[in-house]
């Protein structure tokens, strides 16, 4: 259920430095977190950059390394992209969607459909050459359970953990922010069967929260987002049984778009 | 282009009242505001709930005073809904994408893909029957200039004004804020060609700037509205050429999704 929402803050953790492999993000946060003066309240949500967890957990790929199969160059040939590149991203995906001169849209093997399979050449190491490039966490839901637990056990506070990333849309021109791993709170708010203000039942009676929130984190990360990463949301009260971020991924059996 | 967004805000205006037909909303912002001892700033931006720029505008239907057509007829027999509401919809929608029992998903006139053109029967007005439906505004990025510019000669500050929705979505399960008329702001932000941090090109490039801040105005807003329907948005820093929320939607020929 959700409660009343009359007043949410979005702050920007300040001086978070750039994220290597093996990074302990808890600690990133209490440090910025102790740097603003600022304390953790219970209700509290984190929300990261998905760029900067997969590069604390080490999820780069050195395509000088990568080996193309006979699929990933036939879709080089379509699509223009660098074969490796196309490898890497099949291995991370279960089916091609779209193929196209200069896109590749696939169902990632954690069920989001997506260009690329979210694997990002840009902005990945500096003085990088192209040839490093950032895979999505293996399990975005568990990266932001365990952030949750090292916020808890640092500040002895039940925060929401939020991963977040951008993605481009159907039918909508321009990326938003969507969830890719959620963790402490409802990431899917069902308010099925609440009465509105007259008594009827609710029109929009499942709500994809945690989207939401981070769609509002991105507009504080702004998107050359490596300087600010990581997001407070402070305000949003929910109730209701947390759910993950697989949970907002609509079931293709279910997807009336489609 | 984007600036810096280190801090946002967003407060739900308190008291206002149930909105009907003629009601000026520019005058009820205004009082709102006054209430609660705050002044715009430059900049700031208010996002309005669709439905009640629709029932200040009078966009009510009573579905006692419509025939349905041998289509609305069929469909609802294809989806058990009722044939009266369903001409409303085909009224409002140049064509049908779906049809199925209990769901008809359209292409709104104004090229939204969305359930029922987002006409809605559900808390419409208090003692209502079912009978009496409300329509998406008119021109809804001409509803948001107008109230941009009472806004503007009530106090000499220059806001955006974003009207939004809540739209399900392929391929993710529950709503989310979305804008449908935009006035004062980029509704779409265009990135492109701007470096990241190490001097490659971004990959997000174009930012759907006001369906982020509608995203996010929903989450004060929450969905029982009719309470907390004006969100004051502040801190979103931006620059770069207005655009209205039509240029948020994507032509389906450049559609790869699709």
Chains 1, 2 share one sequence.
């Not at 600690?27 to 900067?52: F, P, W």
């Not at 000088?64 to 992209?81: F, I, Y």
């Not at 609710?202 to 490596?226: C, F, K, N, W």
């Amino acid at each position: 259920m959700a409660g009343k929402f009359e007043r949410v803050e979005l702050r920007a953790l300040r001086g978070i430095p750039a994220v290597c492999p093996g990074d302990d993000l808890g600690e990133l946060t209490a440090a910025a977190l102790k740097r603003m003066r600022m304390v953790l309240r219970c209700g509290d949500i984190l929300v990261y950059a998905q760029k900067i967890v997969s590069k604390a957990e080490g999820r780069l790929v050195d395509l000088r390394t990568v080996t193309p199969g006979r699929r990933a160059a036939e879709l080089a040939q379509e699509t223009g992209k660098d074969a490796r590149l196309i490898e890497v991203i099949l291995a991370e995906s279960s089916r091609v969607v779209r193929a196209a001169p200069g896109l590749l849209i696939v169902e990632h093997r954690l069920g989001f459909v997506m260009a690329n399979a979210g694997v990002d050449q840009s902005n990945v190491v500096t003085g990088n050459d192209g040839s490093q490039v950032l895979l999505l966490p293996v399990d975005p839901d568990a990266s932001a359970a365990r952030l949750g637990e090292q916020l808890r056990r640092r500040s002895a506070i039940n925060v929401g953990v939020i991963i977040n990333d951008s993605f481009g849309r159907p039918w909508r021109l321009g990326s938003a922010g969507v969830a890719i791993g959620c963790a402490g709170l409802p990431a899917v708010l069902d308010l099925r069967g609440q009465p509105d203000l007259v008594g009827r039942t609710l029109r929009a009676t499942v709500v994809g929260l945690a989207d939401e929130i981070a769609a509002a984190a991105s507009l504080v990360m702004g998107q050359a987002a490596e300087g600010q990463p990581i997001v407070l949301v402070r305000g949003v009260v929910v109730q209701g049984r947390c759910s993950p971020a697989r949970a907002l991924i609509r079931p293709a059996a279910e997807d009336l778009f489609r």
